[in-house]
Antibody, heavy 120, light 112 residues
Framework: EVQLVESGGVVVQPGGSLRLSCAAS????????MHWVRQAPGKGLEWVSL????????YYADSVKGRFTISRDNSKNSLYLQMNSLRTEDTALYYC?????????????WGQGTLVTVSS | DIVMTQTPLSLSVTPGQPASISCKSS???????????LYWYLQKPGQSPQLLIY???NRFSGVPDRFSGSGSGTDFTLKISRVEAEDVGVYYC?????????FGQGTKLEIK
């Protein structure tokens, strides 16, 4: 059974930093592109970032480019999101998500999310 | 980035009646590889999103056949032939033809 478990969400002040983690199990982690998607309270879904199976390719939404860094450790079946220069508008539930297969263009499994609150 | 525009933003439907959601993209989602990178997700209350339809019209595993998708280029539609109580939630279209994926604003479906 595929499982994606996010952690690391806390309350942080504007301008602060935070690192989210996602522990993956139930599939061959290093075969798949992984994503972060967020959802502000009461709002819609916003794609944040993706990383290819080997970490060689990464992409970001314009809203986080230059502030967030996605990475992975295939030896630990883990995905990360380093978040710097946090803003109040980064407050959201952050989902870790698995792409269905290489270049499929869609997510087939989602975690339950970890909540990041940026507030003074 | 490609902008995805959904209409309506909310829908109230009597059980057993049909429902339809439109999604328009600011650029064509037809790729040179022949695939159209348009997807539909449903987020039920309190849950993570779940995939309904991939590449415009293909139902994902386990999705009831009352859900169908259609369209091409920049105009797409999700239809529910007979709405059931379990269909409540927010429906999102999504594009992934570009590396920076984008979602529509969401359409909230409620039951009358």
């Amino acid at each position: 059974e595929v499982q994606l478990v996010e952690s690391g969400g806390v309350v942080v002040q504007p301008g602060g930093s935070l690192r989210l983690s996602c522990a993956a199990s139930g599939f061959t982690f290093d075969d798949y592109t992984m994503h972060w998607v967020r959802q502000a309270p009461g709002k819609g879904l916003e794609w944040v970032s993706l990383i290819s199976w080997d970490g060689g390719s990464t992409y970001y939404a314009d809203s986080v480019k230059g502030r967030f860094t996605i990475s992975r450790d295939n030896s630990k079946n883990s995905l990360y999101l380093q978040m710097n220069s946090l803003r109040t508008e980064d407050t959201a539930l952050y989902y870790c998500a698995k792409e269905a297969y290489d270049s499929s263009g869609f997510i087939d499994y989602w975690g339950q999310g970890t909540l990041v609150t940026v507030s003074s | 980035d490609i902008v995805m525009t959904q209409t309506p933003l909310s829908l109230s439907v009597t059980p057993g009646q049909p429902a339809s959601i439109s999604c328009k993209s600011s650029q064509s989602l037809l790729h040179s590889d022949g695939k159209t990178y348009l997807y539909w997700y449903l987020q039920k209350p309190g849950q993570s999103p779940q995939l309904l339809i991939y590449e415009v019209s293909n139902r994902f595993s386990g999705v009831p056949d009352r859900f169908s998708g259609s369209g091409s280029g920049t105009d797409f539609t999700l239809k529910i032939s007979r709405v059931e109580a379990e269909d409540v939630g927010v429906y999102y279209c999504m594009q992934s033809i570009q590396p920076s994926w984008t979602f529509g604003q969401g359409t909230k479906l409620e039951i009358k």
